[in-house]
């Protein structure tokens, strides 16, 4: 996979959009709706002070971060130059900061970290060298929430197909997430659950998606883990 393919952001949001088009809906439905059920996974008083945005991107979701989880500091972290200069001058501000990957350190600063579609892009072997970095990343008692998509789900690979920085990445299911982060240190909370299961033309039976998500129906699947006390 190319890296210049996540270097110039407008040429990132168009490919995306185009795989995002087979499913009707737009990059913000999918955003909003992880940030929806992450905050309703957890516990009613639970206020991050620090939370980290690993694979930010061009910065949508560090914004939807902060706005969801009110009165917090939000840091994106990214390997893509490019992406990171567009969430700069996009999202930047005195409570969202954006980082190289691969220059930011601050062990146990924060209090929940969030990945969306980054680990299908890591190579396998170096998989669980990044978890363990995102672990001594997050305070003890830390929460990881990892979403990623779904390769049982038929509609994920054909997006995915039309999205050329997707066409070669390297999915997992999430047994092996949920395996991967407990090698790596981390409490599981709770079983995956799965995501996005009826695209547009059938959004009418959407109302039943929370009763489904235990089985490996929807397009993504959420991780969700704790650093141990």
């Known amino acids: 996979m190319s890296q210049e393919l996540f270097d110039e952001a407008s ?12 499913s009707g809906e737009s990059k913000t439905f999918f955003m909003e709706g992880r940030l929806r059920r992450l905050r309703a996974l957890l516990p009613p008083d639970f ?8 694979g930010c991107g061009t910065g949508e979701t560090s914004r939807g971060l902060l ?11 990214d390997v893509s130059a490019g992406a990171l200069e567009h969430a ?8 969202i900061s954006f980082f190289d990957v691969d220059s930011f350190e601050a062990p146990g600063a924060f209090d929940l970290c969030y990945s969306n579609g980054a680990f299908h892009h890591i190579d396998p072997p170096e998989r669980p060298r990044v978890l363990r970095r995102l672990r001594e990343l997050l305070r003890p008692g830390g929460l990881l929430a990892v979403f990623e998509n ?3 789900n038929p509609g994920t690979r054909a997006v995915m197909r039309q999205i050329p920085f997707d066409r070669d990445a390297q999915t997992l299911d999430a047994r092996r997430m949920r395996r991967l982060v407990i090698e790596s240190g981390f409490e599981v ?6 995501l996005f ?14 009763r489904l998500e235990l089985l490996p129906l929807g397009a993504q699947y959420l991780v969700l883990a704790r650093r141990p006390l």
């Open 47 to 54: 206020a991050p002070a620090q939370v980290l945005d690993f």
């Open 88 to 95: 700069r001058q996009l999202h930047g501000s005195s409570d």
């Open 150 to 152: 779904n390769p049982w």
């Open 67 to 77: 706005e969801r989880f009110g009165g917090t500091h939000v840091v994106g972290i």
């Open 189 to 194: 909370v709770g079983p995956a659950r799965h």
């Open 11 to 22: 040429s990132y949001e168009e490919m995306l959009n185009r795989g995002l088009r087979l």
């Open 197 to 210: 299961i009826f695209p547009a033309p059938l959004r009418a039976l959407r109302r039943i998606e929370p």
